[in-house]
């Protein structure tokens, strides 16, 4: 079975500050994805990010970056410099490649920006 | 990428009336969608896995008499929440994808039950 643990599950900061939200994953399977997703009130996920289990390059995009370490399980996710209009919920998310596209989620971080 | 448009985005019913909710791949053929509910401030959970032309594999505690899964078509799969209550109001989305690739979800119903 697939675990995926948010440990935050809330984080205040002050715009402009820098913000990492964590993600540590559990599966004994060897090939697998995982994903960050936001939800913003309205409800909808809007998709960040998919990396690969084979791929352990970390990423930048734009202000967000994401940080994959097989060796601790983690993949987390870095805003830079942050805005109000990042406030929302983020899910981590794992999907392992021999049960299709179902996804495990995090329990979700909330993180507030205050302007 | 992908769209998969869900139907209705909200949705209030009274107690003991059933619920049909639409989940469509606009752009692609889905063989299999998945069914997720949302709790106020909870994470996403899977309700059930639907496979076109065959009956929906349900997650442990989803009964499923009372969330029925229709996946009769490659663009299309309906959940109705039968009989609906007010703990069953909750925020239902669902995904979609082929083979090939990722999941793309749809927007999401918020359902009331009052």
């Known amino acids: 079975a697939q675990k995926v643990t948010q440990a935050q599950t809330e984080i205040s900061v002050v715009e402009k500050e820098d913000v990492t939200l964590d993600c540590v994953y559990e599966?004994?399977?060897?090939?697998?994805?995982l994903f960050w997703y936001k939800q913003p009130p309205s409800g909808e996920l809007v998709f960040l990010i998919r990396?690969?289990?084979?791929?352990?390059q970390n990423e930048i995009s734009g202000r967000y970056s994401w940080n994959f370490q097989k060796s601790t399980s983690s993949f987390n996710f870095t805003i830079t410099a942050s805005q109000v209009v990042d406030s929302a919920v983020y899910f981590c998310a794992l999907s392992v490649v021999n049960a299709g596209n179902m996804l495990t989620f995090g329990g979700g971080t909330r993180l507030m920006v205050k302007p | 990428g992908a769209v998969v448009s869900q139907h209705p985005s909200r949705v209030i019913c009274k107690s003991g009336t059933s619920v049909k909710i639409e989940c469509r791949s606009l752009?692609?053929?889905?063989?299999?969608m998945f069914w997720y509910r949302q709790f106020p401030k909870q994470s996403l959970m899977l309700m059930a896995t639907s496979n076109e032309g065959s009956k929906a594999t349900y997650e442990q505690g989803v009964e499923k008499d009372k969330f029925l899964i229709n996946h009769a078509s490659l663009t299309l799969s309906t959940l109705t929440v039968t009989s609906a209550h007010p703990e069953d109001s909750s925020f239902y989305i669902c995904?979609?994808?082929?083979?090939?690739?990722?999941?793309?979800f749809g927007q999401g119903t918020r359902l009331t039950v009052v």
């Open positions: 599966t004994r399977d060897t090939t697998y994805y």
């Open positions: 990396r690969n289990s084979f791929d352990e």
């Open positions: 995904s979609a994808s082929d083979p090939n690739t990722e999941a793309f």
């Open positions: 752009d692609f053929q889905a063989t299999t």
